[in-house]
Every structure is written in C-alpha cells, then in structure tokens.
C-alpha cells in the first residue's frame, strides 16, 4: 500500500471512530424514547379520559420521535466542515447532542450548515475544507475534500483527501431505484440558495428536465418546516403532485429529511369527497380551465335565485295571503347585499322574505276584524315558517345546494349554460354538456372547488368551534406543563407539542386527513410540482389553500402538454400575488447526459418550445439510438428493442408511448420469455420495465428509455410531451418509428 492509500485509509479510519460516535448516541437516544414508550404503554394511570388522553398522547408523540430517528439510522451523517477558527462541524440529517448538550451533528437545515452548500474558493464563508463522506448504510466507504483554504495544502502533514469520483457524480452515475432519494447530501449552490429563501410570497423554479427541480421544492418544504416549525406544523405544508405514480416516487423524500407532517395530493383530489384520474379532451379541459369560467359559474349561480313568473295565493288557517314577486325579489335584493355565499345567504333572504310575509299576513287579520298586538309576531312568524307551501315557494326561490349537485345539474342543462355563459364562451359552451351521471374529471375538480366558494355555508356553527377550540387550546397546553413537569424531564417533549396531541387524539384523525377532509383548510406553505400543467381555474383553487400566498411553484414551461396549462408564469400567478412573484432558474442538467439532452432541446428548438438553457453534468456514452421500421411490425420491433436493452442490465426502463398504443406495447412485452413484470401507467415506476404515456412520466426518471413513435405523442398534447419523454433517461434513449421522425430529432 502506498503512501496515499495509507492516507486514504488513515481518514477512513478516522471518520469511521466519529461516525460510530454518531451512531452510538443515536442507538441510545431510540432505546431511550423506546422505554419511554414502554413506560406509558405499561402505564396503569389511565383510569380517566383525561388520563388516557394524557397517556395516548405521550404515545403519540414518542411514536413519532422513534420513526425519525429511525428513518435516519442507517445515514444519519454525510459531511464535514473545518473552518478558519479551527471548528469543525459534521453534517447530517438531523441534529445531535450529548446528553450534557454538546453538539456532535448538525442539521443540514440549520443555519450552520449553509456553508456546507454555498462555500466556494470565492467565497469561502470562513471554511477551510469541505469533506463529503461516502457511506453504504453506517459505514464509510469513501472521501472527498474541497479545498478552500490553499494554505491547508501547505501544512506538512495535511489530512487532506484528492480523489474520488465525487458525491454528486456518484449519486447521478447510479441506478434508478423507483423511488426518488434525497440530495442532502449532494445540493449544489444554487439549489441551495433557493431551498433555503426566506421569501414569504410565491417562488417559482423554472428548470429544464433534469434540474432538481422536484428535489429542491421537497427540501424547501423541509426547511420550511424546521425552521417555521411553530407556524406550520398545525397547518402543514401541501404538496400538489401530477399522478399517484409521482406521489409514489417521492414519498420517502421527506422522511428522510426527518419530516413527515405533510398532505400530499393529485389534482384530482383537491376537492374532498372526489377522487378522480380521468382527464377530460384537450377542447373540453381547455374550456373548463379558462378563467372565464369563473364568471359563468358566478352567474349560473344567481340564476337560481330565482323570482317567480306571477304572485303566489296562499291561505294561512283560512286567511287569505299573497306572496308577491315584489316580496321574493326585495328579499332577493338584500340577501345580495350581504355579499355572503349562496347557502349562508338563504337565510338572510328567508329572513327578510318573512318580515315583508308578515306584515301582510299581520293586515290581512285585522282586514278580518282580528285584533294583532306586537306580541303576536313571534307566534304569526311560526305560523308561516311552517306552512308547506310557503317552505316550498322559498325553496324554489332559493334552493340550497352541494357542489356536486348543483355542478351536475347545470352541466346535464344546455339552456341553463347558454343563459350564464360569457361572451368568451358563447359559442363552447355546449361542450360542457352531460349526463348527470357521468364521472367527475380532474378538469371538473377546480370547478367544484368554485361551486363550494359560491354556495359557502352556515359560518355560525364554524365561528363557534373555532371559540370553543381556542379555549380548549389553552387549557391544554397549561395541563400539558403541568404534566411534563412531574413526569418527564427528559426535554424531548414539550408542553406544546402534548398540547397538540392530545387535540389530535381527542380529534381522532392527523393533520393529513383532517386537512384533506376540509375544503375549507388553510396551508401555511403549498409546493405545486409540474406547476405548468395548471390551467388559470386550478389556479384559483389553489390559491385559496393558502391565504398567506406562501407557494413554493416548480416546473417548465416548456413541458406543458395540458390544454389548459400555461406558458407564462407571469400571466398565470401575478393576478394573485402582484409584486410578491420570484422567479429563479435552475441551470445545470444532473439527469440526462448531453449526448442525449441536445437531442431533445435541438427537437424543442425546431417546434418553438420556451426551452430553459441547461448544461448537464454528464456527456455520457450512449448517443441515441434510433431504430426505422414498417408500421405493421412496430409493436414487435418495439419488443425486440426492449428485450435488447434489458439484456444489457442498465437499470429501470421506461417504454413511452401515445396512450392508445400502452396496451398493445404492454401485451407484447408480457408475452416474450425472460422478461420481468411489466408495469402500466404511472403507477409502473415500481416495476423494472413500465409502459407509459410521457404524460404519466412527467416528473420521473429511468435508466433507459425506449420511445415508440415519436410523431404521436406530438399529436397528441404538442411537442412538450416528446421534449418530457425524450429527458426521462439516466443513460440510454432508444427510439423506434414508423412515421417520419419530428424536426431536430434525427441529429
């Protein structure tokens, strides 16, 4: 062994001893929450509510300590910083102490660990050398120095390490594992700088394929909620994420940030009660995502406020009584200038509507010789409230109604449409039309989302729960001090947070799905991930998840395929936000080799696409390789293409197709020898090999693509879905076709 191995090894060594530190506190602080746990499940304490409440509570929140712990166990440290005072600080994914509070390990979010991501030979920031530890579960495996300071190269016996492929290099060099890994260890500055923005209004990410765009918006919401955690972690943060195989894809991101109290979502899920995947045509979602639809909705609801076509007879116990159409459109009038919703505004023009009834009701007696005095108003007010027909004129004026209800019912109504509808859509608006039956689209989900804002409802009953809870809030949290005071001391629980869980038991339901079940809920930060697919309408929707207007918005204009998205981030969210608009670019290409990328930005460039700028990492080995052949053998060349590049071992495959084709290229595969499962749909990533539109592939990564006629999926959503399926790959792109290929794709 030479004198540089020796080094190498000595460093190894040396790093090894502190990592074992690490892992030993670590090992003890999970023994240590776990006999807490024990303790409390042992407990026999619990003959109250309030002392099972207390009890479940502890549970609870030792439960969730013990799973971050956990899910850091086997890498909880990744780096190193030695700076100019002689300091050295370790890195992880969380923070660490002795139990005399000595720090050993560093959050990587907090504001020591900044450096770690933005020192430069430029700009320093007072660190001498960056090291980046390479470890295979606890052991370290590997080194790498950064060398900041040049003068540490000048000590005699420097400890420095000069190899190594590199963190990030290593980590955008490996296989795809289905599921997205976390970059903690390896974010570049300026993804950091955008992670860690204090900016309170929207930040949007504009990125080409392969930026870490999705990455750093996961890691934003972890820093978010570490360090605002008081003002989050009892609204939580929403994530908004194109399909459930994308939910999928990065749903131990977080986790393994140390975070887990997250809502994560689909478009079609945005509307509690509906859950939905079905998308409808581009001429139908185009229209029902243009803004105009607001004002139709808005309109079709004050149709159903409804004045009668003549005055209505009644008798009340043989008094005659006329409910005029003066009457209905006064009430009418008044319930409007309310300004409340629909539903909570029916009882303003019922209220107003029987003040006008009995007055004439009240001289319509006495015209019989009765005698009415102030007290009888009370009892004559009961009367008409009571009288079936009066209820039904009422109800006929103005119903109340769900969202889903009325949404059907004006949809399955021609006229009603041709009556609200805008000038804008005068001429569409039959496309909108259906039987009431049919199935909810996510294009209908914003919608219903604008029907719920319209109708609103009874805000009495919620203005109440919101008193009581106040008060119920406070007298926990003294109860929980006075709880963790006589019997933990440990300092991992605080009053507060018992506080909260005990809410939640009480509640019986967590953050994400009371959050979920709430269309009223408010998010104190939202991150939408493929944000361009988002028509103005969606827009709407999500703007009112978060009053504060505090967005993380990530996403590439130049890969929108929806008939309805945009390609304006401008256009699209300054109509919310104003001047509270940032926008920043990612720049550097860590997914697809060039090789491959200036294929595909050549072909975005020849249809015009708003192609970001971007360089990657990687040159690569494998140029495209793209295969000719007759229509007629397409489905079985596309088998042979696959089985070829299986054979080779490169990773997961992506076989991406136009939506009609994903069966046929499926059963194909399925039926050859040697193959492995073969996965549909987004919900493939599992899978070694999946079959997929680009659609479904939005936002996720393989290996190696195989791309079945390219002209097609330009047919089908525009050039954007070709640009999304030809950057999926880490390393091989193979294209097989029968049609002419687009323009800038053959090279």
């Known amino acids: 062994m030479d004198d540089a191995e020796e080094q190498i090894a000595r460093e190894i060594a040396r790093e090894q001893a502190y990592a074992d530190r690490l892992y030993a506190r670590l090992d003890e602080l999970m023994v240590q929450v776990e006999r807490n746990l024990n303790q409390i499940q042992g407990s026999q304490h619990a003959s109250t509510h309030q002392n099972r409440s207390e009890r479940d509570s502890f549970m609870a929140l030792y439960e969730d300590r013990l799973a971050l712990l956990r899910s850091v166990a086997r890498s909880v440290v990744f780096g190193r910083l030695d700076m100019d005072d002689a300091a050295r600080h370790y890195i992880g994914r969380i923070g660490l102490f002795t139990p005399e509070r000595e720090q050993l390990l560093v959050d990587w979010r907090a504001p020591a660990a900044s450096a770690f991501y933005r020192a430069t030979s430029a700009e320093r920031l007072e660190v001498r050398l960056r090291r980046h530890l390479i470890n295979r579960g606890r052991s370290v495996i590997g080194l790498e120095d950064d060398v900041l300071d040049q003068s540490v190269l000048d000590a005699p016996h420097h400890d420095v390490v000069l190899q190594g492929e590199g963190a990030l290099l290593a980590a955008v060099s ?143 116990d043989g008094t005659p009584l006329t409910l005029t159409r003066e009457v209905i459109r006064a009430a009418r009038r008044e319930a409007r200038a309310s300004h409340k919703p629909h539903n909570s505004a029916r009882a303003v023009f019922v209220r107003a509507a029987m003040d006008r009834l009995v007055d004439k009701y009240e001289k319509s007696l006495r015209s019989q010789g009765h005698t009415v005095v102030p007290e009888d108003r009370a009892d004559l007010l009961a009367d008409l409230r009571n009288d079936p027909e009066i209820k039904r004129q009422l109800n006929l004026a103005w119903l109340p109604y769900t969202p889903q209800g009325f949404l059907r019912i004006l949809f399955s109504r021609p006229e009603r449409l041709r009556e609200v509808a805008p000038r804008s859509l005068a001429d569409q608006v039959e496309l909108l039309v ?36 106040a008060e119920r809030r406070k007298a926990d949290v003294d109860y929980a001090r006075k709880v963790i005071e006589s019997f933990d001391s440990s ?105 491959i990328m200036d294929r595909a930005v050549a072909m975005a460039r020849a249809h015009d696409l708003p192609v970001t700028e971007v360089s990657s990492v990687r040159e690569g080995d494998r140029a495209p390789r793209i295969e000719r052949t007759e229509e007629s053998a397409l489905t079985a060349r596309t088998g042979d293409a696959v089985a070829a590049v299986y054979e080779e071992r490169l990773g997961r495959l992506a076989v991406i197709v136009a939506a009609e084709r994903i069966s046929a290229i499926a059963t194909e595969l399925r039926s050859r020898s040697g193959m492995p499962k073969v996965g549909v749909g987004s919900a493939g990533v599992d899978d070694e090999i999946a079959v997929m539109s680009a659609q479904d592939a939005k936002g996720l990564e393989f290996d190696a693509v195989v791309l079945v006629e390219p002209a097609e999926l330009i047919d089908a959503h525009g050039a954007g879905d070709l640009y999304v399926a030809m950057s999926r790959s880490t390393q091989h792109l193979g294209v097989v076709h029968a049609r002419e290929l687009p323009a800038g794709m053959a090279g």
Do not use: C
């Open 174 to 316: 490996g296989k795809r594992t289905g599921r997205m890994g976390d970059i903690v260890a390896t974010i570049q500055g300026e993804q950091d700088r955008i992670i860690r923005s204090e900016n309170r209004g929207v930040m949007v990410v504009q990125g080409g394929p392969g930026t870490g765009k999705t990455a750093v918006a996961l890691h934003r919401a972890a820093y978010l909620l570490y360090t605002h955690r008081r003002r989050l972690e009892h609204t939580g943060v929403l994530i908004m994420a194109p399909t459930p195989g994308f939910l999928r894809y990065i749903e131990r991101v977080l986790p393994s940030l140390g975070e887990s109290g997250v809502v994560m979502l689909t478009p079609g899920e945005l509307f509690p009660g509906v859950e939905t995947f079905l998308h409808d045509g581009d001429e139908v979602a185009r229209l029902k995502g243009d803004i105009a639809m607001a004002e139709l909705l808005s309109r079709a609801v004050k149709q159903r406020q409804v004045v009668p076509q003549a005055d209505v007879r009644l008798r009340i």
């Open 434 to 469: 259906r039987p009431k039956d049919a199935p909810w689209t996510v294009e209908d989900v914003p919608l219903l989302d604008e029907v719920a804002e319209l109708l609103g409802e009874d805000s009495a009953p919620a203005e109440a729960r919101a008193r009581d809870d």
């Open 491 to 595: 300092g991992i629980v605080r009053a507060e947070d018992l506080a909260d869980q005990v809410s939640q038991v009480r509640d019986g339901r967590t953050l994400a799905e009371r959050a979920s079940s709430e269309r009223s809920w408010t998010y104190g930060h939202v991150v939408v991930d493929e944000a361009q697919e988002h028509s103005p309408m969606s827009w709407r929707a999500l703007m009112r998840r978060a009053p504060t207007k505090s967005f993380t918005v990530v996403g590439d204009v130049a890969q929108t395929s929806s008939a309805g998205g945009t390609d304006s981030w401008s256009a699209a969210l300054s109509p919310y936000i104003q001047d509270r608009l940032q926008i920043e670019h990612l720049t550097v290409n860590y997914r697809t080799p060039s090789l």
